[in-house]
T-cell receptor, first 113, second 115 residues
Framework: AQSVTQLDSQVPVFEEAPVELRCNYS??????LFWYVQYPNQGLQLLLK??????LVESINGFEAEFNKSQTSFHLRKPSVHISDTAEYFC???????????FGAGTRLFVKA | GAGVSQSPSNKVTEKGKDVELRCDPI?????LYWYRQSLGQGLEFLIY????????KSGLPSDRFSAERTGGSVSTLTIQRTQQEDSAVYLC?????????????FGPGTRLTVL
């Protein structure tokens, strides 16, 4: 069985500062990894995903995440955040070939002016 | 095109009553998923459909929960004899095909409150 741990429930940060949202997973089989974002009063949407190939994946709005197999981590980073990045971020894992997505508890990112 | 829609957006019910939650997936999407999001917790996977078939129902929390999908489109999640611990946001998602790499598109959710 897989599990996902998001180490920080809330991360407050000032605008234009860098941020890292941590995610660790546990699985006995190979997995795909995802970050989803939920903006205030909006539905959950995919931010980025790692399926195979390059371990560094990027989103269109400047976020990136790196798959680290040895540390079983998939931390999300952004070098300079904006007010509009305020949202809840969920890390998720899915067994390759499987259909059940396991989500972490979420990290609430709050960007302050 | 239109995204995933869910109804009602909010539902308040009394303990012991039955409720039905509806999900309309994106047109043409063959796979459909139900999740539950309780306060302060991540999303809990409940069930998935490939077409009208649900091969694995082990994620449903109890036998009070059931789900069906008809015509390969609309799905309903039914909770019988609701309990206070059923209070949560119930999310539905769909994907073009049942494939572990495929992107899931989520609906806005139904917030269920059991008094």
């Amino acid at each position: 069985a897989q599990s996902v741990t998001q180490l920080d429930s809330q991360v407050p940060v000032f605008e234009e500062a860098p941020v890292e949202l941590r995610c660790n997973y546990s699985s006995s089989v190979s997995v795909y990894l995802f970050w989803y974002v939920q903006y205030p009063n909006q539905g959950l949407q995919l931010l980025l995903k790692y399926l195979s190939g390059s371990t560094l994946v990027e989103s269109i709005n400047g976020f990136e995440a790196e798959f680290n197999k040895s540390q079983t981590s998939f931390h999300l980073r952004k070098p300079s955040v904006h007010i509009s990045d305020t949202a809840e971020y969920f890390c998720a894992v899915k067994e390759t070939g499987g259909f059940k997505t396991i989500f972490g508890a979420g990290t609430r990112l709050f960007v302050k002016a | 095109g239109a995204g995933v829609s869910q109804s009602p957006s909010n539902k308040v019910t009394e303990k012991g009553k039955d409720v039905e939650l509806r999900c309309d997936p994106i047109s043409g999407h063959t796979a459909l998923y139900w999740y539950r999001q309780s306060l302060g917790q991540g999303l809990e996977f409940l069930i998935y459909f490939q077409g009208n078939s649900a091969p694995d129902k082990s994620g449903l929390p109890s036998d009070r929960f059931s789900a069906e999908r008809t015509g390969g489109s609309v799905s309903t999640l039914t909770i019988q004899r609701t309990q206070q611990e059923d209070s949560a946001v119930y999310l539905c998602a769909s994907s073009a095909r049942l494939d572990s790499t495929d992107t899931q598109y989520f609906g806005p959710g139904t917030r269920l409150t059991v008094l």
